[in-house]
């Protein structure tokens, strides 16, 4: 869900120079920074109550001020908040298909407090510096310097939903990602990098730098239980995070996301090396989406470009990956991720951070039926189930989705991205 890849390339991304400014020299675990552990983890982490200072008060201010403190810090500014339903479905409720209500932050707060169900709100994924530029008060209350970064609030994204508000599993294509829940509660399910050919992999409708899974677990059926219970134990995990918690969850992992209550989180993106590969991928699947996918769904992040811009972005990538491969600079060295193992960095990581290092669960058969409980559609919502979608019969619209689809598969891009690697990108040559 970073669709800034393609600026970055328009403009001709150094990943080398902008890498170089982000790691520093390691001779030992426990002189790792945190943010250089975090570039080694291979699973997800969470900070509990990381945002409190050594005085026992707030490291962030926003975490001073209410939800309604918020709102009268916004005014009247109208923002878009995406409109779903609290009912069962049995295909995801995808962002192209719900439609916006522009409400003030107030209104919002209002409409939630009359405690109606039967919508969810989500004012999701938004650049805080976009929406809120006039206010570097809200921009300066956020400070992640505690991960060994300079990123603020001007650098991060912004979520705020109803209870039921979601957004569908699926992976983001670059970097990983750190999660700062600082009003309300949020459930989480995460699927490991491995998942990917049993979550039913989808790039329809398209968001760039996001694959989405096809599995509805806002409401799950049948399809989406079994699932889930192939996963289990071992690459599916399961967390609910509360105000001032931070997760972390590294490059590659799926997750799904829902409001328990009314809530907002902020969150932000740290690169890593393996981007400029992922980069290229991506710009094979915007070249696919513009120009035999032109009419395929998409959402509203998404930048159209002419057929000579894309294969620009295409060259651009690649050069990218020529000037890491073939780099002697030590720093892309050591971000190249080294086989640290993953038992001796946890427990340095936790030794080091003991207050606020947790563990996060396997989901079990005990706490999937828990997770079920929360969607229990016979319960809270409307005990029908309803397809919102039309049926998968053979047609030339379904055919059309699905052979675009198919073009885009992750399985599909990485081989043609490979082929286009080993013939335009020259490997060092103690490599070859």
Not at 53 to 61: C, R
Request: aromatic share 10%; hydrophobic share 35%; glycine share 4%.
């Amino acid at each position: 869900m970073i669709p800034e890849v393609l600026i970055l390339l328009a403009a001709g991304f150094d990943a080398k120079n902008f890498l170089a400014g982000c790691v520093m020299e390691v001779s030992d675990l426990q002189d790792m920074s945190l943010e250089q552990t975090l570039f080694h983890l291979h699973e997800p982490i969470l900070f509990k109550n990381v945002l409190r200072s050594s005085e026992d008060s707030n490291s962030w201010k926003i975490l001073d001020w209410s939800l309604h403190d918020f709102a009268n810090k916004l005014g009247n500014r109208k923002l878009p908040f995406r409109v779903g339903k609290n009912i069962a479905t049995d295909s995801p409720q995808w962002e192209v298909e719900t439609p916006t209500k522009n409400k003030t932050m107030k209104e919002f707060l209002q409409e939630t407090m009359q405690g109606s169900n039967s919508q969810w709100y989500y004012f999701d994924y938004k650049r805080m510096n976009q929406w809120f530029e006039e206010l570097p008060e809200i921009l300066e209350s956020i400070d992640w310097s505690q991960f060994g970064s300079e990123l603020t609030g001007y650098d991060s994204t912004i979520w705020i939903g109803s209870k039921g508000a979601h957004t569908n599993c699926h992976q983001d294509t670059y970097g990983c990602n750190l999660v700062a829940q600082t009003h309300g509660r949020k459930f989480w399910l995460l699927f490991s990098p491995d998942c990917y050919d049993r979550l039913k992999v989808t790039r329809v409708p398209y968001e760039e730098s996001t694959i989405y899974s096809s599995f509805n677990f806002f409401s799950p059926g049948d399809r989406e239980i079994q699932a889930i219970k192939k996963m289990m134990p071992g690459s599916a995990k399961i967390i609910v995070l509360e105000p001032k918690d931070v997760l972390f969850i590294p490059r590659g992992w799926w997750h799904y996301v829902e409001s328990l209550n009314t809530s907002l989180s902020i969150n932000v993106w740290l690169p890593v090396e393996e981007d400029c590969n992922a980069r290229l991928r991506e710009t094979l699947v915007h070249l696919v989406m513009d120009t035999i996918g032109k009419d395929i769904t998409r959402t509203e992040h998404h930048q159209e470009s002419t057929v000579a811009e894309c294969f620009q972005f295409v060259q651009n990538s690649l050069e990218e990956c020529q000037k890491v491969q073939t780099s002697d600079d030590e720093v892309l060295a050591k971000r190249r991720r080294p086989n640290i193992d993953q038992e001796r960095l946890l427990s340095a990581l936790k030794e080091k951070y003991s207050r606020h290092v947790q563990h996060i669960a396997d989901l079990t058969s005990e706490n999937l039926i828990l997770f079920l409980k929360k969607n229990d559609v016979g319960n809270s919502f409307n005990s029908q189930r309803i397809n919102i979608h039309q049926n998968q019969e053979l047609s030339k619209e379904g055919l059309y989705a699905a052979v675009v689809d198919a073009f885009c598969h992750p399985s599909v891009i990485s081989r043609v991205s490979e082929i286009l690697v080993d013939r335009f990108v020259e490997k060092k040559s103690d490599d070859v």
